[in-house]
């Protein structure tokens, strides 16, 4: 392919910085199994930054930001032609930032942004492998913008601490068996 070995090996251990490959050193590069384990760790520490950040956040939400929110909580609710996944994670990534923008500093950015990205390889197994309604993540999100409305830390946490705890049970149920059959040595 005409293409130097130094800026494949490069992008191939970004992909393992990201979760994403696994180098086996001497050998080739394997894609990253997915794991019950490595799901419930991204989303305990969801739970904790994100919840925090919202909360902080509640307060100072400018009517600009609102809005923002809600118009992006509309883009998940357009119909996807294949008529499954998430429709638009441009907009999901927005809305979550949004919430907790008014406290995250550069760090926390990083980190939150960090963990969607890991969050994003399930969220997109579970939600392509099935039929979706297509306002389904609209009306899963709208909770999240009319608790942000309220500009009340206490309502903003409850809804965000409700929405990542519905996700990851869902999507530990969709998994589950699925992972197993993954897991289980062939015989």
């Not at 008014?102 to 492998?129: E, F, K, N």
Request: aromatic residues 4%; glycine residues 4%.
């Amino acid at each position: 392919m005409d293409v130097s070995h130094i800026p494949v090996r490069e992008a191939l251990r970004r992909l393992e910085g990201d979760g994403l490959v696994v180098l086996r050193p001497g050998r080739s590069a394997t894609v990253a199994q997915l794991s019950l384990e490595e799901l419930m760790e991204v989303y305990r520490l969801r739970l904790l930054i994100e919840v925090d950040l919202a909360g902080r956040s509640a307060r100072h939400y400018t009517d600009e930001q609102l809005q923002s929110a809600a118009r992006a909580c509309e883009r998940l609710g357009v119909p996807n032609p294949l008529g499954r996944g998430l429709r638009d994670l441009e907009a999901h990534h927005h809305l979550h930032q949004l919430l907790l923008s008014p406290a995250a500093g550069p760090q926390s950015t990083r980190i939150t942004q960090r963990l969607m990205d890991i969050a994003d390889r399930y969220i997109g197994l579970v939600y392509d492998a099935r039929p979706v309604a297509f306002d389904e993540p609209h009306r899963r999100h709208l909770a999240l913008v009319e608790a942000a409305e309220t500009r009340s830390p206490p309502v903003v946490r409850k809804a965000l601490t409700a929405h990542l705890s519905e996700n990851l049970e869902y999507m530990k149920a969709w998994l589950t068996p699925h992972m197993v059959e993954i897991e289980e040595p062939a015989l």
